[in-house]
C-alpha cells in the first residue's frame, strides 16, 4: 500500500566508523564446528513472511506447521489465521504457530480475506479485496469492513464506511481498529491515517503524538515491524512521490504529527518534500508520529533499506547496506540520536537485517550472488566480522539463545555460525521462496 507523512528534518552528521576484518570461515576452528553441528544448534520456530501470506516453519527440519497462502500472523506472532472463503461464506481459523493445532474457528458472512489480526488474539479484521502487496491502493468509493471474534464469543461486527480505507492495525486492546482512508477515493493519490472506534462505529482522524491534527500526503512503505516490548509498529517510508500526486493541490507545510516539514520543492506535486522516515503508531496510546531520518538516507528503496527494533525496545536500527549507513533511533524522543557509515560489502539485493536476543550485535545482509552477512556492535557502532553470505539472502532471525542466524536463502535456510559466519546446517522449506523476513517466535 502507498502511505506516507511529511516528515521531521532532523538532519544527523555521519559518523565515520573504523571497519575491523571478519574472521575467515576458512579457519580450523569454524571447520571444527561446523563438523561439531550435523543439525541445527537451536530449534524452535520462525515465522516467515512470504510473498503469498505468513508461515510458521520447525527451525529444525524446514516442515510448515502452519499458515500458507493468505494466512496472516498476529504482530506477536502468537498466532496465525486463516480465512477460507466459499459460496458467500468465510471460515477463519486460528492456528497455535508452535503445533500447527487448531484453536478455534468462526465463520462470517461474505467472502473475506484477513487483512490484520489483534495482539490480543480478540480480534481480527477482513475485506472483500484484501490489501495490494504491490504498494497500489484499490479504487473503491465505499469500503466493508467485518471485524470478527476468532474464538467465536463476542458478534461479528460488519462496518460500512463511505470512502477508501484499508485496515492498517488494531489497538492493544482491540476496541480500535486504525485505518489508512486514500484520497480521492476512486482516484488514490494521497492518504490520511484515521481510527474506527469498533463500540460506536465512529471514524475519526488519528492525531499526533503533540495532539497534532493529521494532513494528506503521499508516500511508498519501505517496511514495518512491531515492537510488543513499546507496542508501536514502525513503518519505514519514502515520500518521494509518483505522478500520481501531480494534480493533487492539498498539501499542507507542517508535518502531520508534531514536527517541522521541508519547504523544498520536487517539481512532483509542488511542495511535496522527498524524504525518508519512519512512521511510529502506538497502539496502546492511539497516536502517531513522523521520525526524520538523515538526509542521506532519503530516497532509499525496499530492497537497500530495513528496520529492527533492539530486544529492550529502546531503539530503533535503520539500515542502508547500499550507502553503507545505520541510523539509530531512541524510540522515547524518537530522535536519531547516531548514524554511522560501515562497510557492509556488496550491495544490491534485498536487506535484511536482525539483533541478537541480549541487543549487543546487529546483524545485516547485502549483495546477490557473492554477498555478505556483516556484525556490527551495536554500542561502538562498528564492524566486528563480515562473511561470505552463502547465497542471496532474503531474511535474517537470530535464534532465541543467541547459538546461531538463520539466513533465509532461495528455497532454504542456513543455520549459520555467529561467530564465524559458517554454515552449520541447510534446511529445506519447499514452497517458500522467497521468504521476505524471519522471526523466532519465543517459547
Same mark, same amino acid.
Given at each position: 500500500?502507498?502511505?506516507?507523512?511529511l516528515a521531521?528534518?532532523?538532519?544527523?552528521?555521519?559518523?565515520l566508523?573504523?571497519?575491523?576484518s571478519?574472521?575467515?570461515?576458512e579457519?580450523?576452528s569454524?571447520?571444527?564446528?561446523?563438523a561439531?553441528?550435523?543439525s541445527?544448534?537451536?530449534?524452535?520456530?520462525?515465522?516467515?513472511?512470504t510473498g503469498s501470506?505468513?508461515?510458521?516453519?520447525?527451525?529444525a527440519t524446514?516442515?510448515?506447521?502452519a499458515?500458507?497462502?493468505?494466512a496472516?500472523?498476529a504482530?506477536?506472532g502468537d498466532a496465525?489465521?486463516?480465512?477460507v472463503?466459499?459460496?458467500g461464506?468465510?471460515?477463519?481459523?486460528?492456528?497455535?504457530p508452535?503445533?500447527g493445532t487448531?484453536?478455534?474457528?468462526?465463520?462470517v458472512?461474505g467472502?473475506?480475506?484477513v487483512?490484520?489480526?489483534?495482539v490480543s488474539?480478540?480480534?481480527?479484521?477482513?475485506m472483500? @479485496?484484501?490489501?495490494?502487496?504491490?504498494?497500489?491502493?484499490?479504487?473503491?468509493a465505499? #469500503?466493508t469492513?467485518?471485524?470478527?471474534d476468532?474464538?467465536?464469543?463476542?458478534?461479528?461486527m *460488519?462496518?460500512?464506511?463511505d470512502?477508501?480505507f484499508?485496515?492498517?492495525?488494531?489497538?492493544?486492546?482491540?476496541?480500535r481498529?486504525?485505518?489508512?482512508?486514500?484520497?480521492?477515493?476512486e482516484m488514490?493519490?494521497?492518504?490520511?491515517?484515521m481510527v474506527?472506534e469498533?463500540?460506536?462505529?465512529?471514524v475519526r482522524?488519528?492525531?499526533?503524538r503533540?495532539?497534532?491534527p493529521?494532513?494528506r500526503?503521499p508516500?511508498?512503505?519501505?517496511g514495518?515491524?512491531f515492537?510488543?516490548?513499546?507496542?508501536?509498529m514502525?513503518?519505514?517510508?519514502?515520500?518521494?512521490?509518483?505522478?500520481?500526486?501531480?494534480?493533487?493541490?492539498d498539501?499542507g507545510g507542517?508535518?502531520?504529527y508534531?514536527?517541522?516539514s521541508?519547504s523544498?520543492? #520536487?517539481g512532483?506535486?509542488e511542495?511535496?518534500p522527498?524524504e525518508t522516515?519512519?512512521?511510529?503508531? %502506538?497502539?496502546?496510546r492511539g497516536w502517531?508520529?513522523?521520525?526524520?531520518?538523515?538526509k542521506?538516507?532519503?530516497?532509499?528503496?525496499?530492497?537497500?533499506q530495513?528496520i529492527?527494533?533492539?530486544?529492550?525496545?529502546?531503539?530503533l536500527?535503520v539500515?542502508?547496506?547500499?550507502?553503507?549507513?545505520?541510523a539509530?533511533m %531512541?524510540?522515547?524522543?524518537?530522535?536519531?540520536v547516531r548514524?554511522?557509515?560501515?562497510d557492509l560489502?556488496?550491495?544490491?539485493?534485498?536487506?535484511s537485517v536482525s539483533?541478537?536476543? %541480549?541487543?549487543?550485535?546487529l546483524?545485516?545482509?547485502?549483495?546477490?550472488?557473492?554477498?555478505?552477512?556483516s @556484525?556490527?556492535? !551495536?554500542?561502538?557502532? *562498528?564492524?566486528?566480522? *563480515?562473511?561470505?553470505a552463502?547465497g542471496?539472502i532474503?531474511?535474517?532471525?537470530?535464534a532465541l539463545?543467541? !547459538?546461531a542466524?538463520f539466513?533465509?536463502?532461495?528455497?532454504r535456510?542456513e543455520?549459520?555460525?555467529?561467530?564465524?559466519?559458517?554454515?552449520?546446517?541447510?534446511v529445506?522449506?519447499?514452497?517458500?521462496a522467497?521468504?521476505?523476513?524471519?522471526?523466532?517466535?519465543?517459547?
Amino acid at each position: 500500500m502507498q502511505i506516507g507523512c511529511l516528515a521531521t528534518l532532523a538532519v544527523t552528521a555521519i559518523a565515520l566508523s573504523a571497519c575491523t576484518s571478519g574472521r575467515s570461515i576458512e579457519s580450523p576452528s569454524a571447520a571444527e564446528r561446523a563438523a561439531e553441528h550435523a543439525s541445527p544448534p537451536a530449534g524452535g520456530v520462525m515465522i516467515a513472511i512470504t510473498g503469498s501470506g505468513d508461515v510458521a516453519i520447525d527451525a529444525a527440519t524446514g516442515a510448515v506447521l502452519a499458515g500458507g497462502d493468505g494466512a496472516v500472523a498476529a504482530p506477536d506472532g502468537d498466532a496465525l489465521y486463516r480465512a477460507v472463503a466459499g459460496e458467500g461464506t468465510t471460515t477463519v481459523t486460528t492456528i497455535d504457530p508452535r503445533s500447527g493445532t487448531v484453536r478455534g474457528t468462526v465463520s462470517v458472512r461474505g467472502e473475506l480475506g484477513v487483512a490484520v489480526a489483534s495482539v490480543s488474539g480478540d480480534a481480527v479484521a477482513l475485506m472483500e @479485496a484484501t490489501p495490494n502487496a504491490s504498494g497500489v491502493p484499490i479504487p473503491r468509493a465505499e #469500503t466493508t469492513i467485518v471485524v470478527a471474534d476468532p474464538t467465536g464469543v463476542q458478534a461479528t461486527m *460488519r462496518f460500512r464506511l463511505d470512502g477508501n480505507f484499508e485496515p492498517e492495525a488494531f489497538s492493544v486492546d482491540a476496541d480500535r481498529l486504525f485505518l489508512i482512508q486514500y484520497l480521492p477515493a476512486e482516484m488514490p493519490a494521497v492518504y490520511r491515517v484515521m481510527v474506527l472506534e469498533l463500540s460506536t462505529g465512529t471514524v475519526r482522524p488519528v492525531h499526533g503524538r503533540f495532539k497534532t491534527p493529521p494532513q494528506r500526503m503521499p508516500g511508498v512503505r519501505l517496511g514495518q515491524v512491531f515492537d510488543p516490548v513499546t507496542s508501536q509498529m514502525y513503518t519505514l517510508y519514502s515520500n518521494e512521490p509518483g505522478a500520481y500526486a501531480d494534480a493533487y493541490e492539498d498539501v499542507g507545510g507542517t508535518n502531520p504529527y508534531g514536527g517541522s516539514s521541508s519547504s523544498r520543492s #520536487t517539481g512532483v506535486g509542488e511542495g511535496w518534500p522527498e524524504e525518508t522516515f519512519v512512521h511510529v503508531l %502506538n497502539l496502546r496510546r492511539g497516536w502517531a508520529y513522523c521520525a526524520g531520518l538523515p538526509k542521506v538516507m532519503w530516497s532509499g528503496s525496499r530492497t537497500d533499506q530495513a528496520i529492527v527494533p533492539s530486544p529492550d525496545g529502546g531503539s530503533l536500527y535503520v539500515v542502508d547496506t547500499r550507502q553503507g549507513l545505520v541510523a539509530v533511533m %531512541n524510540t522515547e524522543s524518537l530522535e536519531v540520536v547516531r548514524t554511522s557509515r560501515i562497510d557492509l560489502g556488496e550491495a544490491g539485493g534485498r536487506a535484511s537485517v536482525s539483533v541478537s536476543p %541480549n541487543g549487543a550485535t546487529l546483524f545485516a545482509s547485502a549483495g546477490v550472488e557473492g554477498g555478505t552477512v556483516s @556484525a556490527i556492535d !551495536t554500542h561502538s557502532m *562498528r564492524l566486528t566480522h *563480515r562473511w561470505p553470505a552463502p547465497g542471496p539472502i532474503s531474511g535474517l532471525g537470530v535464534a532465541l539463545d543467541g !547459538t546461531a542466524l538463520f539466513a533465509a536463502v532461495g528455497g532454504r535456510i542456513e543455520v549459520l555460525d555467529l561467530e564465524t559466519g559458517e554454515s552449520m546446517a541447510s534446511v529445506p522449506t519447499p514452497g517458500l521462496a522467497p521468504i521476505l523476513s524471519l522471526e523466532p517466535l519465543a517459547d
